[in-house]
């Protein structure tokens, strides 16, 4: 049949002959259809629904749950309904299939949805994780007979048992829908998801990033041991003493909403160097019209300890009022009081936007130009050139923009700037960019320019993706330089800014 619609009610009449009554594969793929997005047939949450399926923490130092409250989510284009709390005990380190570790070692444990064919179920199922001074997540089973996706993670360290809101990694994903598109959110945190440090000058950077403010003394070796500077990169490192790290010693970032906004979500990637026990914690409030600070806050933060794997940490809240103005996010460290010296955290990738959009780093387009140039020294190689010659940048993924091999970087802007000694009275001297099979992406022309006159032009590079011959993927791009003679030619590349 060329043509068919469903779903119809009886067997006898229309399209209802062919296909009535309905079974599984027809209806799913309907669901399917109506939600609007491909990745949703691996596991995404329903937005607005009853609770969104929200995990809430309860620790004491005898008793440790999660609780689920309810919700909807899609599984392979399964529905899954919850419509009352379902509470899961959290193993003590005593306890479990991996009491018998050592105690100096510490565990993630996993909150997954889990879909059964053998038994036609979906279902939450908590996963124990294994201990090990450097854990990893629990795997999922994804075959044929069982398919898991994440909801959340949650870090037991046998030192610090009690479970805090801060100790859970939300792993939520969302159905993107008609009222709730990844395409059309917004950033309300302007130009500042890329963060930078760099560690061999720290101790010369005491103020915070830009758009932040900071409170507590900021100093190196004081109660905020130091703030290593931010420029457009990767990360932003926090260091602060043991002794304090506390939420009384922060920085913070005030960002306006949409009017009647009350549902928002951040995402981040969070990375610790050091010290069993830091957290790292965005601490994120509303500032109501009235001036009021509302009663409920949403603490969002990394695991610390000596493993160094980055990861992408993201949360969806919703307000109780419809009268918020502002979000104010505070990033700070905590710690055991048991740790000696500095602990740190670095934050990056910072994204906060209203409504359901978790589950992406990069979820709409975007060009951000950087407030510091990034010059050839910073990257895998450094230019020199001698008469007509070909210079490969990046190979090594110096150009890459890589947060846990997510290409959120889709274009650098280059400014390419150029003098010759020699070119006043010759046709010959230019520069050129172009990707690794010679194609031009754009040419800086120096002929007949005043001798050691400079130029300068823009020139916008694609990167992190099949070049424009198709034949490679693009981790960098060639510097051409046609000279008029043995180094008679300057050429210096900066990258301004990318696009996402």
Same mark, same amino acid.
């Given at each position: 049949?060329?043509?068919?619609?469903?779903?119809?009610? +009886?067997?006898?009449?229309?399209?209802?002959?062919?296909?009535?009554?309905?079974?599984?594969?027809?209806?799913?793929?309907?669901?399917?259809?109506?939600?609007?997005?491909?990745?949703?047939?691996? +596991?995404?949450?329903?937005?607005?629904?009853?609770?969104?399926?929200?995990?809430?923490?309860? +620790?004491?130092?005898?008793?440790?749950?999660?609780?689920?409250?309810?919700?909807?989510?899609?599984?392979?284009?399964?529905?899954?309904?919850?419509?009352?709390?379902?509470?899961?005990?959290?193993?003590?380190?005593?306890?479990?299939?991996?009491?018998?570790?050592?105690?100096?070692?510490?565990?993630?444990?996993?909150?997954?949805?889990?879909?059964?064919?053998?038994?036609?179920? /979906?279902?939450?199922?908590?996963?124990?994780?294994?201990?090990?001074?450097?854990?990893?997540?629990?795997?999922?089973?994804?075959?044929?007979?069982?398919?898991?996706?994440?909801?959340?993670?949650?870090?037991?360290?046998?030192? $610090?048992?009690?479970?805090?809101?801060?100790?859970? &990694?939300?792993?939520?994903?969302?159905?993107?829908?008609?009222?709730?598109?990844?395409?059309?959110?917004? =950033?309300?945190?302007?130009?500042?998801? $890329?963060? @930078?440090?760099?560690?061999?000058?720290?101790?010369?950077?005491?103020?915070?990033?830009?758009?932040?403010?900071? /409170?507590?003394?900021?100093?190196?070796?004081?109660?905020?041991?130091?703030?290593?500077?931010?420029?457009?990169?990767?990360?932003?490192?926090? &260091?602060?003493?043991?002794?304090?790290?506390?939420?009384?010693?922060? #920085?913070?970032?005030?960002?306006?909403?949409?009017?009647?906004?009350?549902?928002?979500?951040?995402?981040?990637?969070?990375?610790?160097?050091?010290?069993? +026990?830091?957290?790292?914690?965005?601490?994120?409030? @509303?500032?109501?019209?009235?001036?009021?600070?509302?009663?409920?806050?949403?603490? /969002?933060?990394? &695991?610390?300890?000596?493993?160094?794997?980055?990861?992408?940490?993201?949360?969806?809240?919703?307000?109780?009022?419809?009268? #918020?103005?502002?979000?104010?996010?505070?990033?700070? &460290?905590?710690?055991?009081?048991?740790?000696?010296?500095?602990?740190?955290?670095?934050? @990056?990738? $910072?994204?906060?936007?209203?409504?359901?959009?978790?589950?992406?780093?990069?979820?709409?387009?975007?060009? #951000?130009?950087?407030?510091?140039?990034?010059?050839?020294? $910073?990257?895998?190689?450094?230019?020199?050139?001698?008469?007509?010659?070909?210079?490969?940048?990046?190979? @090594?993924?110096?150009?890459?923009?890589?947060?846990?091999?997510?290409?959120?970087?889709?274009?650098?802007?280059?400014? /390419?700037?150029?003098?010759?000694?020699?070119?006043?009275?010759?046709?010959?001297?230019?520069?050129?960019?172009?990707?690794?099979?010679? !194609?031009?992406?754009?040419?800086?022309?120096?002929?007949?320019?005043?001798?050691?006159?400079?130029?300068?032009?823009? !020139?916008?590079?694609?990167?992190?993706?099949?070049?424009?011959?198709?034949?490679?993927?693009? =981790?960098?791009?060639?510097?051409?330089?046609?000279?008029?003679?043995?180094?008679?030619?300057?050429?210096?590349?900066?990258? !301004?800014?990318?696009?996402?």
């Amino acid at each position: 049949m060329a043509e068919y619609s469903f779903l119809w009610d +009886g067997t006898t009449t229309g399209d209802a002959i062919d296909n009535a009554p309905y079974d599984r594969e027809l209806f799913n793929q309907w669901f399917s259809f109506g939600t609007n997005s491909a990745q949703n047939k691996y +596991g995404s949450v329903v937005p607005e629904y009853l609770d969104d399926l929200e995990i809430q923490v309860f +620790g004491s130092s005898a008793y440790n749950a999660l609780v689920v409250k309810a919700g909807a989510a899609l599984i392979k284009d399964y529905i899954y309904i919850n419509t009352q709390d379902v509470i899961f005990l959290v193993p003590s380190p005593n306890e479990g299939e991996y009491s018998t570790a050592s105690d100096s070692d510490r565990r993630f444990d996993s909150l997954v949805l889990r879909l059964t064919y053998a038994d036609q179920t /979906v279902r939450l199922a908590y996963i124990e994780g294994v201990p090990d001074t450097d854990p990893q997540y629990p795997s999922l089973t994804q075959n044929d007979d069982i398919f898991e996706v994440y909801l959340a993670q949650i870090y037991v360290d046998k030192t $610090l048992y009690t479970l805090t809101q801060s100790r859970l &990694i939300d792993r939520r994903k969302f159905i993107s829908t008609n009222k709730h598109p990844y395409t059309k959110a917004q =950033n309300l945190h302007k130009n500042t998801e $890329l963060f @930078g440090w760099s560690e061999s000058i720290a101790s010369l950077y005491v103020n915070p990033p830009e758009n932040w403010t900071q /409170v507590g003394s900021i100093v190196q070796h004081s109660p905020v041991g130091m703030l290593y500077p931010m420029v457009r990169g990767e990360l932003y490192r926090l &260091i602060v003493t043991a002794a304090n790290a506390t939420p009384a010693n922060y #920085i913070y970032t005030k960002m306006l909403v949409p009017k009647g906004q009350k549902t928002f979500s951040l995402l981040c990637i969070v990375y610790d160097i050091n010290y069993v +026990g830091t957290v790292g914690v965005f601490d994120v409030s @509303g500032i109501r019209t009235n001036g009021e600070t509302t009663t409920k806050n949403f603490i /969002v933060g990394n &695991i610390g300890s000596s493993f160094s794997n980055k990861q992408p940490y993201w949360k969806t809240f919703t307000f109780e009022e419809d009268d #918020i103005e502002h979000l104010i996010v505070k990033a700070y &460290i905590e710690s055991t009081p048991a740790i000696a010296g500095n602990v740190s955290t670095n934050f @990056g990738t $910072l994204i906060v936007s209203p409504g359901y959009h978790p589950g992406h780093i990069r979820i709409f387009p975007e060009t #951000i130009m950087f407030k510091n140039t990034l010059k050839d020294a $910073l990257w895998s190689n450094t230019a020199k050139s001698t008469g007509s010659t070909t210079i490969t940048f990046g190979g @090594g993924g110096g150009l890459r923009f890589d947060v846990i091999n997510q290409w959120y970087a889709s274009a650098i802007i280059c400014r /390419v700037k150029a003098r010759d000694s020699a070119s006043g009275v010759s046709a010959t001297p230019y520069v050129e960019l172009r990707d690794t099979n010679g !194609i031009v992406y754009g040419r800086l022309h120096l002929n007949y320019v005043p001798n050691n006159y400079y130029r300068e032009t823009i !020139i916008t590079v694609p990167i992190n993706r099949p070049n424009i011959a198709g034949t490679s993927l693009e =981790n960098g791009f060639i510097i051409y330089v046609a000279a008029t003679g043995a180094a008679t030619c300057d050429v210096t590349v900066e990258i !301004i800014g990318i696009i996402t």
